[in-house]
């Protein structure tokens, strides 16, 4: 089983390890912060260095418990090798900054317009992050106001809260999935990893996130889209010009 750094510490862009298999071109590690697929957000890349040569990660993918790191070209490389990793962090943390705004701008249709509907799915880019909702009065002008609520919450500097609780404690905190086979995956589960935006909202997740809410910068409603009585799409960008703002 992998040591998952990226779990311990989202900010981590470096690391040691030691190959333990090689197959074609996937590796596996004893430990890594490389993030794989998962929960809606696009694994890293990056590179693993051994010795004066360079193997690029282009894909990372779960693999049962383990982490399937797959190369452009493994020649060279075999198990228990040392080799540095480096994930390609300017785009990770575009993904950990939309991860945050997407549970922001969810947190905010459940505690104040949960009566009117519901996020269906959802998917971050790099570049942008698009969320679905069952939500029949959901309009343009209804998605710039709870982007303005959201935009509010990102100045406010609000901690994002990740830790982990036993499946009692999460059962009793309610809520904390939004799906189906979210609420049946919680009950499968001894510890379950919860990500809370303080004073708003917490959910159930694996995945990676910025620590302060003001690192995301302001958004904008990029797309709004209307698939029908119920299916809305909302798409969400950095707005032009906007840099983070240091904390
Ligand atoms: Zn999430």
């Known amino acids: 089983m992998v040591e998952r750094l990226y779990l311990k510490d989202m900010y981590m862009k470096e690391f040691d390890a030691t ?23 696009p694994n890293d890349t990056g590179r693993l260095v051994s010795g004066s040569i360079e193997f690029d990660v282009v894909d990372v993918r779960k693999d049962g418990g383990d982490v399937a790191h797959v190369l452009r070209s493994a020649d060279g490389l075999k198990a228990g090798d040392a080799v540095r990793g480096a994930i390609d962090w300017e785009k990770r943390y ?35 992050v698009r969320i679905d909702f069952d939500m ?65 909202d917490a959910q159930m997740d694996g995945g990676l996130h910025v620590l302060n809410s003001r690192e995301i910068g302001r958004l904008d409603l990029s797309a709004f889209t209307s698939k029908g009585s119920h299916s809305k799409r909302v798409e969400l960008r950095m707005a032009q010009g906007s840099d983070e703002i240091p904390v």
């Open 19 to 41: 190959v333990t298999k090689v197959d074609g071109t996937r590796a596996w590690l004893d430990r890594t912060a490389f993030y794989p697929t998962g929960g809606g957000q």
């Open 94 to 128: 575009a993904y950990m900054k939309y991860h945050t705004a997407l549970h922001i701008f969810d947190g905010i249709v459940v505690a104040r317009h949960a009566n009117a509907g519901f996020s269906t799915g959802s998917q971050i880019y790099a570049d942008r």
């Open 136 to 200: 029949p009065e959901l309009n343009r002008e209804l998605a710039q106001e709870i982007l303005n609520q959201t935009n509010m919450i990102i100045d406010e500097g609000r901690r994002i809260i990740v830790r982990e609780v036993g499946r009692d404690e999460a059962l009793r905190m309610g809520n904390l999935a939004r799906t189906e086979p979210g609420r049946e995956l919680i009950m499968k589960l001894d510890i379950v990893r919860i990500v809370e935006i303080e004073g708003l």
